[in-house]
C-alpha cells in the first residue's frame, strides 16, 4: 500500500506561481511512475503531468506545457508540480497519484491516489 499526501495549495492572482507537494509513504515508491492531475468543478478529473520512475520521462497537458513542471525526490520521496503563469482556468483541486505500471495520462491507470488539494488562481 502506497499513502500520497498532497500539500502547497492556496489562492494565488493571475500570473502567480504555486509548487505543490505529493508526500509519498513506501519503500516501493522509487518503482513507481507518478502523476498530477486536477478536477475543477463539475468536470471530471484531467491529467496534468506525469514523470516515470526513474525521472527520466515526462509528458504534460498541452493546456500546461511550458508553465508547469513535475519532478520527484526518490530518495525523501516526494513528487513537486512547480506552476508558474498561473491563470484562472488553473482553478482545481489538485491530486497525486501513482501506479507501478507505466499509466501515462490514463486517469483510470493509478491505483494510488492523494485526497487533493485545492487551488484557486483569481483574475
Known amino acids: 500500500q502506497v499513502w500520497l499526501v498532497e500539500s502547497g495549495g492556496g489562492l494565488v492572482q493571475a500570473g502567480g506561481s504555486l509548487r505543490l507537494s505529493c508526500a509519498a509513504s513506501?519503500?516501493?515508491?522509487?518503482?513507481?511512475?507518478v502523476g498530477w492531475f486536477r478536477q475543477a468543478p463539475g468536470k471530471e478529473r484531467e491529467f496534468v503531468a506525469t514523470?516515470?520512475?526513474?525521472?527520466?520521462?515526462?509528458d504534460y497537458a498541452d493546456s500546461v506545457k511550458g508553465r508547469f513542471s513535475i519532478s520527484r525526490d526518490n530518495v525523501k520521496r516526494l513528487v513537486y508540480l512547480q506552476m508558474n503563469s498561473l491563470k484562472s482556468e488553473d482553478t482545481a483541486v489538485y491530486y497525486c497519484?501513482?501506479?507501478?505500471?507505466?499509466?501515462?495520462?490514463?486517469?483510470?491507470?493509478?491505483?494510488?491516489w492523494g485526497q487533493g488539494t485545492q487551488v484557486t488562481v483569481s483574475s
Open positions: 513506501g519503500t516501493i515508491f522509487r518503482f513507481l511512475d
Open positions: 497519484a501513482a501506479d507501478s505500471g507505466r499509466p501515462g495520462a490514463d486517469v483510470k491507470g493509478y491505483d494510488y
Open positions: 514523470l516515470s520512475r526513474d525521472g527520466a520521462s515526462t
